[in-house]
């Protein structure tokens, strides 16, 4: 199909992404204004004085909720592929999927007895 060197291809490659990458650095730097110093009473971006604090306290709770529903989100990913192969996976498909889902099962029973899904329970 083409007589290239699969070598010199990548090297070509390679060129061009950080000629595009050093580009793009040098075109923000030049119209970013980096290394310039601002005053902290000055309007950002809309216009406005700032006014108050922007430090905002979450509770413990929240972070909880996130994590649990990440390993929760992910589990549902996991055994949505376990069921696209369950009749090819067998006995021991069925014995790994029942395992997973009972040592979910375990950790989503102490989150309760915890009180991880309780509002108010770990307040910072």
Same mark, same amino acid.
């Given at each position: 199909?083409?007589?290239?060197?699969?070598?010199?291809?990548?090297?070509?490659?390679?060129? $061009?992404? $950080?000629?595009?990458?050093?580009?793009?650095?040098?075109?923000?730097?030049? &119209?970013?204004?980096?290394?310039?110093?601002?005053?902290? *009473?000055?309007?950002?971006?809309?216009? $406005?004085?700032?006014?108050?604090?922007?430090?905002?306290?979450?509770?413990?709770?929240?972070?909880?909720?996130?994590?649990?529903? /990440?390993?929760? *989100? &992910?589990?549902?990913?996991? $055994?949505?592929?376990?069921?696209?192969?369950?009749?090819? /996976?067998?006995?021991?498909?069925?014995?790994?999927?029942?395992?997973?889902?009972?040592? /979910?099962? /375990?950790?989503?029973?102490?989150?309760?007895?915890?009180?991880?899904?309780?509002?108010?329970?770990? *307040?910072?």
């Amino acid at each position: 199909m083409s007589d290239f060197n699969p070598g010199i291809m990548i090297g070509v490659f390679s060129l $061009l992404v $950080l000629a595009v990458i050093a580009s793009i650095l040098f075109i923000s730097k030049s &119209l970013g204004g980096f290394g310039r110093r601002f005053d902290k *009473e000055q309007p950002f971006e809309c216009g $406005l004085l700032p006014s108050g604090t922007t430090k905002h306290n979450f509770s413990i709770s929240y972070y909880l909720i996130a994590v649990a529903f /990440l390993i929760f *989100e &992910l589990e549902a990913a996991i $055994l949505f592929a376990w069921g696209v192969d369950y009749w090819q /996976l067998g006995i021991p498909g069925v014995i790994a999927g029942v395992t997973f889902l009972v040592i /979910l099962l /375990l950790g989503f029973i102490y989150m309760i007895r915890k009180g991880v899904f309780q509002i108010g329970v770990y *307040e910072s």
